[in-house]
């Protein structure tokens, strides 16, 4: 016997199956794919989420700071979806700041180790964010 779990041996064949479909899967990363999807202008979020049926319905901003809060609730699991939701938010508008501030306020509620995954996924957004500036 391999002394592998049945996880690793499924995990191995699923590598090689990647592997044999397509030898670029063998280093796939999910942060690149997320480059791939295009970020959304702010008033075509409002126009598809909001103030569309409502004009005086929630902004883009505070919707996705709604969004992120959430999110970090569930225990801050779903990685990609709270990086492209942080990077929405700063397309919407929202500042690091009210970023940081919304996910710390979720700390009483989803307790400190969904908040600081949280953080470090929003902070790795806003870093490579950064870089895109300069």
Known sequence: MSGKTPFELMMEQAQELAKAFNPALTSFDPKGFEKLWPTMPKEFMEMSFGKGISKEGLDAKTRLLLTLAGLTMQG????????????????????KDEIAETIAQMSMFAGIPAMTRAMELARAVMEDKKDDET
């Open 76 to 95: 801050a699991q779903a990685d990609t979806q709270v990086r492209m939701t942080v990077r929405h938010a700063l397309e919407a508008g929202a500042t």
